[in-house]
């Protein structure tokens, strides 16, 4: 994911640097001890000669024993080459990876351990140090399990589709950042030492052995009970929205046709949380029948405690907040079962969607839209970790886009459809904590940061992020 990085101020200081070294000569002597400095075009060494000469014998070794040699002449080093986030001695032996355990190992068992490793680019120092958010490197391993939209699907107001794009085997991201000499990855710290090179790539030593999310934000928040009240609201408005598409668009699409999966109420893959399973409904042809990852995004998903702090001591007593509003209802229904494209709008929402949408969705709620067609612009990927929750960096990020999503019109209208970043965030410290830009309230702490996810890491809040005006009167 690029975020947005000023060009031209980036572009002034590199001159500045330049008229500064061109113009004070002496400040720029050769060592007068030591060896010759080495520019990166006279490394002659590729990977398993690099890694044997360096410090991390374990992982050398691992690597000896795997495919990794043949791995790299059958895939050929593409043209800014790999990085690999090499573990030291001290966190291979803490993962149990001692020199036993590898020489048992089998060649595939290491093979993914190397590859789990291994990133797509050869990243320089000079890559994390000459922006201030994050790099996304992406991993070379492909899952086996899910594939994932490299740009965003179709969409529909009622219904998310997969048709007419390309989809590809997912990989796992680490949001790489340098602060000083210390290398952060996903928000948290994973070393402090210099990187070396390979002629066709780069190793950053890391201290520890590097693991992924295996479950999609919705099972993790299923399974941790300190979410279990937004969870009870979530499953609730999906239940009452899915009951309001069999009782008024299924009669004008297919009367015969039952819609009885939370595929076409589309909550929580909507907003990121889960995966769409493979499904006929989304042309599982592109899949090859597996389910789909259909953006990254991240959260700041409220506690119990955040609900209880605000009176509420149960979900039944939050839904309660429903009743003094009328029922969602749906409006300008149209489409097809031949061709599975249904268009349809919520006329209204629940009075929980609005209280929870700054929370699982950026307060999109509130981005400005189509009058026609009642479509904010194109969502831009949320995906951040809390070394990037900063003014510096998102402060004017855009969430969501030029032009409208269904026609790629760039009318007048259109162009009013910008939506930017609604939080403004403190920082002390390691502390984030958030609050809507503008509205006076007292700023919401991220109690729980960076919890991972297949989806994007969630951040959990013991406090309510409530909308401006919004009342939490029953």
Not at 102 to 128: C, M
């Amino acid at each position: 994911m690029k975020k947005k990085i000023d060009i031209r101020a980036l572009g002034l200081g590199l001159l500045i640097t330049l008229l500064l070294f061109s113009c004070n000569k002496e400040e720029f002597m050769p060592p007068a001890v030591g060896e010759a400095i080495k520019l990166e075009d006279e490394i002659t060494d590729n990977f398993p000669e690099a890694l044997a000469k360096s410090a991390h014998t374990l992982f050398y070794e691992a690597w000896k024993r795997s495919g990794m040699n043949d791995f790299m002449i059958y895939k050929g080093y593409p043209e800014n080459g790999f990085t690999v986030l090499v573990p030291t001695d001290e966190a291979m032996l803490a993962k149990g990876w001692n020199s036993q355990v590898i020489a048992a190992a089998t060649s595939g068992t290491l093979d993914t351990l190397i590859l789990r490793h291994t990133f797509i680019g050869a990243i320089s120092e000079v890559d994390l140090s000459l922006r201030p958010d994050s790099y996304v490197a992406i991993n070379i391993l492909e899952s086996r399990d899910y594939y994932y939209f490299e740009g965003k699907p179709n969409t529909i107001s009622g219904i998310y589709l997969t048709t007419g794009r390309e989809v590809w085997p997912y990989r796992h991201r680490l949001y790489l950042h340098r602060t000083g000499n210390e290398l952060y990855a996903n928000g948290n710290k994973v070393g402090n030492q210099s990187p070396f090179f390979a002629r066709n790539g780069s190793f950053w030593p890391v201290d520890t052995v590097l693991e992924y999310p295996t479950k999609t934000a919705i099972e993790v928040l299923r399974e941790d009970p300190q979410f279990s009240i937004y969870v009870d609201l979530m499953d609730r408005m999906e239940q009452g929205k899915l009951n309001l598409i069999n009782t008024v668009v299924t009669p004008i699409i297919s009367p015969s046709l039952t819609f009885d999966s939370p595929l076409f109420t589309n909550y929580v893959q909507r907003l990121g949380l889960g995966i769409w399973p493979a499904h006929p409904y989304t042309n599982a042809l592109f899949t090859q029948g597996k389910p789909v990852i259909s953006t990254l995004a991240s959260w700041f998903i409220p506690t119990n405690k955040a609900f209880q702090d605000a009176g509420f001591q149960t979900a039944d007593e939050v839904w309660a907040l429903n009743d003094r509003n009328a029922a969602p209802t749906i409006t300008r229904v149209s489409g097809s079962i031949v061709n599975v494209q249904y268009t349809f709008y919520y006329k209204k929402l629940y009075a929980t969607d609005t209280l929870l949408n700054y929370h699982h969705d950026w307060g999109r709620l509130y981005a400005p839209k189509n009058t026609t067609t009642y479509r904010t612009g194109i969502s831009n990927i949320t995906a951040f970790y809390s070394q990037d929750l900063d003014n510096a960096i998102l402060g004017d990020y855009m969430l969501n886009g030029l032009y409208n999503e269904r026609t790629n019109s760039n009318t007048n209208e259109d162009k009013r459809l910008f939506y930017y970043m609604p939080f403004e965030f403190r920082r002390d410290g390691d502390q984030v904590s958030l609050r809507i830009k503008n509205s006076g309230a007292a700023y919401v702490p991220i109690t729980g940061k960076d919890i991972a996810t297949l989806n994007g890491p969630i951040h959990a809040v013991d406090k309510l992020i409530i909308p401006p005006g919004f009342s939490l009167d029953k």
